[in-house]
């Protein structure tokens, strides 16, 4: 049995080697280009990243440490923490050394609580929470060895040590927002006797008798946890900590970008659309209602909420999984029929319109309906759920960045002037 932190200190050594051998060797061969469009463009499609603990296939979806997602659906969230950070699933004893270590983390400051309740009370629920991590920030372990001067390899360790404090606090913190937002009375502290998902259920207080809400909130945390580093949270993350800015800085300002409606926000805007339709339609509608009511979005010059996807070209495995555990849970709710119903009517008609590269699902077209069905129906709190998964994510890639060395991240940015110098040379 080897804990996380033997695991990935015994596996450094080799990895920091490889690494410099191949920049060594290779360093000067080249891996993208970049076009005047793609410099407008969102940087789409430039390869100039490196990110070890997950690879998104533009048809197969995320592979977290080379295990496709669809592989992982049973398993808790401690143990994608594990894979993600040392490359492995941890065998029993080494899961339970990192249970029992979250568990004595999971206690948050009072202080995080005054902060939050003296915010407006109509405060957005990611404010509060990204505003609870950045408070939180004076007690990061990472800061503290800094001022008191630290090696450079040494400074995953402490990044480590923040990693676990934040991944057992983030759902500690998310279940107090949600009880403190929506008036559900006083916070539930943790039960020392839960893993992860199921404490999360349990501190946020929805009635589960059979402990399918629990089943939902661990597959929730597992499929979010992580899709390589070109996204929005996922890249801001890893720019602010290559600023050695410690995980609290890092982190709030990743989830800032999740909090988006072309990212994480997604998942909110999709809930709120499909409940405008059944509104609309007073249930489900017809095939025909549903195919107008879709063009009618697209024609007022707005997106289709949960579908289409940066890199993805296809079906998102992890839209299916949630489908899948819909047709298991409630495949007679109403809101639940009409997400499966958008999935048969709205690819063909992006493709019809012909702009969406992709006009399949994503993560965020399915979930908001899942949770409705058990109850958590304020919608915009939903995407602090997919926040308290993906810190999962991208922590771990911040502890491998600052193992390997990464540099601080500064591109060159051009002027127009210069891109119209430069065509017209060219
Ligand atoms: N509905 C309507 N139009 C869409 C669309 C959708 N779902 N998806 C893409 N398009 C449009 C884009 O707005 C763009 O239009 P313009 O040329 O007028 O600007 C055009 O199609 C081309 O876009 P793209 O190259 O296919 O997509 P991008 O890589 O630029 O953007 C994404 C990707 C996800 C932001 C986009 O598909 C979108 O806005 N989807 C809806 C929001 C959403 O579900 N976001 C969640 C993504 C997953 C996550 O991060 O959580």
Same mark, same amino acid.
């Given at each position: 049995m080897a804990t996380l932190k033997e695991k990935l200190s015994a596996t450094l050594p080799s990895i920091r080697e490889e690494i410099r051998s191949l920049v060594k060797e290779h360093? =000067?061969?080249?891996i993208s280009e970049v076009t005047i469009e793609q410099a407008y463009g969102?940087? %789409?499609?430039? $390869? #100039?990243l490196v990110c070890d603990t997950s690879a998104v296939d533009n048809n197969r979806g995320v592979i977290i440490r080379g295990i496709h997602i669809s592989e992982l659906t049973n398993r808790i969230p401690e143990e994608i923490l594990f894979l993600l950070l040392t490359g492995e699933l941890p065998d029993a004893a080494s899961l339970e050394a990192l249970k029992a270590d979250l568990r004595k983390r999971a206690s948050l400051p009072s202080y995080v609580w005054d902060v939050l309740r003296a915010?407006? $009370?109509? +405060?957005h629920p990611m404010t509060m929470f990204s505003t609870g991590i950045l408070v939180m920030e004076k007690e990061s372990a990472f800061r503290k060895r800094y001022d008191q001067g630290m090696k450079k390899e040494d400074y995953w360790e402490p990044m480590l040590e923040d990693t676990l404090t934040l991944a057992a606090r983030a759902p500690v913190l998310a279940a107090g927002i949600y009880r403190m937002r929506y008036n559900k009375g006083g916070i539930i502290p943790p039960d020392p006797n839960l893993d992860l998902g199921a404490n999360f259920a349990h501190m946020l207080g929805t009635p589960d008798p059979t402990g399918t809400f629990a089943d939902l909130m661990r597959l929730y945390l597992v499929l979010h #946890?992580?899709? *390589? #580093?070109?996204n929005v949270s996922a890249m801001t993350t890893h720019t602010v900590a +290559?600023?050695? =800015?410690d995980l609290y800085y890092a982190v709030s300002a990743g989830l800032d970008g999740l909090a988006g409606p072309l990212h994480g926000l997604a998942n909110q805007e999709c809930l709120k659309w499909i409940l405008m339709v059944r509104k609309r339609f007073h249930g489900t509608p017809t095939d025909e209602e549903l195919h107008k009511f879709a063009w009618d979005t697209l024609q007022s010059g707005k997106v289709i909420p949960g579908y289409g996807h940066?890199?993805? %070209?296809?079906? &998102?495995p992890r839209f299916t999984a949630f489908v899948e555990f819909g047709k298991k849970v409630?495949?007679? &709710?109403e809101v639940f029929q009409i997400v499966e119903k958008v999935f048969r009517i709205v690819p063909p008609i992006l493709v019809e319109q012909g702009k969406a590269k992709d006009p399949w699902p994503n993560v965020?077209?399915?979930s908001g309906s899942l949770l409705w069905h058990f109850g958590?129906? *304020?919608? &915009?709190?939903?995407t602090v759920l997919f926040g308290v998964s993906r810190i999962l994510g991208v922590a771990s890639q911040a502890v491998v960045s600052r193992a390997i060395g990464s540099a601080i991240v500064r591109p060159k940015s051009v002027t127009t002037k210069w891109l119209k110098e430069f065509a017209a040379k060219a």
């Amino acid at each position: 049995m080897a804990t996380l932190k033997e695991k990935l200190s015994a596996t450094l050594p080799s990895i920091r080697e490889e690494i410099r051998s191949l920049v060594k060797e290779h360093g =000067s061969k080249v891996i993208s280009e970049v076009t005047i469009e793609q410099a407008y463009g969102g940087m %789409r499609g430039v $390869k #100039s990243l490196v990110c070890d603990t997950s690879a998104v296939d533009n048809n197969r979806g995320v592979i977290i440490r080379g295990i496709h997602i669809s592989e992982l659906t049973n398993r808790i969230p401690e143990e994608i923490l594990f894979l993600l950070l040392t490359g492995e699933l941890p065998d029993a004893a080494s899961l339970e050394a990192l249970k029992a270590d979250l568990r004595k983390r999971a206690s948050l400051p009072s202080y995080v609580w005054d902060v939050l309740r003296a915010m407006p $009370k109509d +405060s957005h629920p990611m404010t509060m929470f990204s505003t609870g991590i950045l408070v939180m920030e004076k007690e990061s372990a990472f800061r503290k060895r800094y001022d008191q001067g630290m090696k450079k390899e040494d400074y995953w360790e402490p990044m480590l040590e923040d990693t676990l404090t934040l991944a057992a606090r983030a759902p500690v913190l998310a279940a107090g927002i949600y009880r403190m937002r929506y008036n559900k009375g006083g916070i539930i502290p943790p039960d020392p006797n839960l893993d992860l998902g199921a404490n999360f259920a349990h501190m946020l207080g929805t009635p589960d008798p059979t402990g399918t809400f629990a089943d939902l909130m661990r597959l929730y945390l597992v499929l979010h #946890s992580d899709h *390589e #580093s070109g996204n929005v949270s996922a890249m801001t993350t890893h720019t602010v900590a +290559s600023a050695l =800015s410690d995980l609290y800085y890092a982190v709030s300002a990743g989830l800032d970008g999740l909090a988006g409606p072309l990212h994480g926000l997604a998942n909110q805007e999709c809930l709120k659309w499909i409940l405008m339709v059944r509104k609309r339609f007073h249930g489900t509608p017809t095939d025909e209602e549903l195919h107008k009511f879709a063009w009618d979005t697209l024609q007022s010059g707005k997106v289709i909420p949960g579908y289409g996807h940066a890199v993805l %070209r296809q079906t &998102d495995p992890r839209f299916t999984a949630f489908v899948e555990f819909g047709k298991k849970v409630c495949p007679d &709710d109403e809101v639940f029929q009409i997400v499966e119903k958008v999935f048969r009517i709205v690819p063909p008609i992006l493709v019809e319109q012909g702009k969406a590269k992709d006009p399949w699902p994503n993560v965020d077209a399915g979930s908001g309906s899942l949770l409705w069905h058990f109850g958590l129906t *304020e919608f &915009d709190y939903y995407t602090v759920l997919f926040g308290v998964s993906r810190i999962l994510g991208v922590a771990s890639q911040a502890v491998v960045s600052r193992a390997i060395g990464s540099a601080i991240v500064r591109p060159k940015s051009v002027t127009t002037k210069w891109l119209k110098e430069f065509a017209a040379k060219a």
